[in-house]
């Protein structure tokens, strides 16, 4: 056994960064992956083929040299463009300031790029088709479900929202706390492909959204001209009382063809044209469960840290989930520049007492924007605090709306933009509810009134 050897459980997003950092301090990195090596692998359909990287991912992209690579192959996304029925489209711009912005990135690509980094370094190795199985806690050791076993200094499981390392520790540590709460809605991806000659049939740097209260579709754009489409809807339909006179479309009652033109040819219109394939994806590709996973402790004595999606899934509606996780890893390994040989027990101890307030929050901001962005994009007073806020970002620069807090300022823990942004969030729509158009507003009075929350 190597002294300073680390075993690392899940070789996606959080895993493959994680390798890079630990294998770059000289740490002897092993990384364990269930799955093939997508490096020789098609994509598997139906699993979230874009993402919006933003600031925070892009800081721990940087700090071992891969942002500019990455970005060069992104698409910029400066604001959210809004489709209603009727076809109309009006963009709201995710910020008032220049160069603040999101990427839409292919999660393969990302995904690969950081293998083949990690693959740079002699002292990291990935080991693919090894599905963990179980992890003794007390002794660190890890099996497969191949009947091999592996020992070393310290485990890192980074195995996605179903981990089995926290299912282990869950069984074996008492009292671990755990919750899981899935939402009523699932998700399914579709897709446009692109125009003559790789052209954007949408508008190219924006996230589309369709909201429709009670669900919504959403596209992000790719590199070669398509859109992957998000439809977020209900599993099963209300009852009629609940549902509020609205159509009771689920997932549960689109079973046809028939149906799901029908829904589509009625909720997104303009959307339609450009969806080929609409009926042959939506009952090719699988419908996602959406949930919240939070559990407690993160730390086995030393032996295993929990990290990125294992430690805390967030549904997907601010774009953080891995975000958050390349965060966590920047945070861990802020703490080992410091510790020399690590004393891996107080080490997950400092970053699990860091973290745990901060991927709290986001979780919870994640769920707040899956109501704001279904319900609330699509109401006049909303829309107007959004146009508030661009003014404000533009004429006054201490002001961060909500979203830039989260999306665009890398040194504000998220627990802080938590705070300070449903502060200001609550002041802002009380003040646009009083007015028909904020040129009537003035700015610096608003400011002052912000100012006067003192967050
Ligand atoms: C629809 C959707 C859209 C999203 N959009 C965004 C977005 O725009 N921006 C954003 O920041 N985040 C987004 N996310 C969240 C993001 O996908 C996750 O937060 C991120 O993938 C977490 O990375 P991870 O490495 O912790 O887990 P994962 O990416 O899930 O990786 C876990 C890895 O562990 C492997 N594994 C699992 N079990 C085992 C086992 N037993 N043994 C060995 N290996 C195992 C898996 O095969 C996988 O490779 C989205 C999520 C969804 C569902």
Redesign the pocket.
């Known amino acids: 056994m190597n002294s300073n050897s680390v075993t690392i459980?899940?070789?996606?997003?959080?895993?493959?960064?994680l390798s890079i950092y630990l294998a770059r301090r000289g740490f002897s990195v092993s990384v364990?992956?269930?799955?093939g090596d997508?490096r020789n692998a098609e994509v598997e359909a139906g699993?979230?083929i874009?993402?919006?990287?933003?600031d925070r991912?892009i800081a721990a992209l940087r700090e071992v040299g891969m942002d500019a690579f990455m970005l060069a192959e992104a698409v910029p996304m400066r604001g959210r463009m809004i489709h209603g029925v009727d076809g109309g489209q009006k963009l709201l711009p995710y910020s008032g300031r220049e160069g603040e912005y999101?990427n839409?990135v292919s999660?393969s690509g990302l995904?690969i790029a950081l293998m083949n980094e990690a693959d740079k370094y002699p002292n990291s190795t990935f080991i693919f088709n090894?599905?963990?199985?179980d992890l003794d806690t007390a002794t660190g050791e890890v099996s497969?479900?191949s009947g091999r076993t592996v020992r070393s200094d310290t485990v890192i499981a980074?195995?996605?929202?179903?981990?089995?390392?926290r299912q282990a520790m869950q069984r074996q540590m008492p009292g671990f706390e755990f919750s899981s709460r899935f939402l009523d809605h699932g998700?399914k991806?579709l897709h446009i492909p692109p125009g003559p000659g790789g052209s954007f049939l949408l508008e190219k740097n924006a996230l589309h959204i369709w909201p429709r209260h009670r669900f919504m579709m959403i596209a992000?754009p790719n590199h070669d001209g398509s859109f992957t489409c998000?439809l977020f809807l209900a599993h099963k339909s209300d009852p009629p009382e609940l549902a509020g006179g609205q159509s009771e479309w689920s997932f549960e009652s689109l079973t046809d063809s028939e149906s799901v033109i029908n829904f589509f040819n009625t909720e997104f219109p303009d959307a339609v044209p450009l969806m080929p394939t609409l009926v042959e994806d939506f009952f090719a590709n699988p419908t996602?469960q959406?949930g919240t996973i939070k559990c407690w402790p993160w730390n086995a004595g030393g032996k295993a840290l929990l990290?990125?999606?294992?430690?805390h899934?967030?549904?997907?509606f601010?774009?953080?989930?891995?975000?958050?996780?390349?965060e966590?890893v920047r945070v861990l390994d802020g703490l080992l520049s410091s510790a020399g040989q690590p004393d891996w027990a107080s080490v997950y101890e400092e970053y699990s007492e860091l973290r745990k307030v901060n991927t709290d929050a986001i979780a919870d901001l994640a769920e707040e924007n899956f109501y704001e962005m279904r319900d609330r994009v699509a109401d006049p007073v909303f829309q107007r605090k959004r146009e508030l806020e661009t003014r404000l970002e533009q004429t006054d620069p201490d002001y961060f709306s909500k979203y830039s807090m989260v999306t665009f300022r890398e040194d504000m823990p998220y627990s802080e933009a938590h705070r300070r942004g449903n502060a200001q969030d609550e002041l802002l729509m009380q003040i646009c509810s009083s007015v028909d158009d904020v040129s009537e507003l003035d700015l610096n009075d608003v400011a002052e009134r912000l100012r006067q929350l003192d967050l």
């Open positions: 459980i899940g070789a996606g997003l959080a895993g493959s960064l364990f992956e269930a799955r997508m699993r979230s874009n993402l919006a990287l933003s991912g999101i839409s999660r995904n090894e599905r963990c199985t497969f479900a980074t195995d996605g929202a179903g981990s089995p390392v998700y991806e992000l998000t996602g959406l990290l990125g999606d294992s430690a899934a967030i549904v997907p601010y774009g953080q989930g891995m975000n958050c996780s390349f966590d």
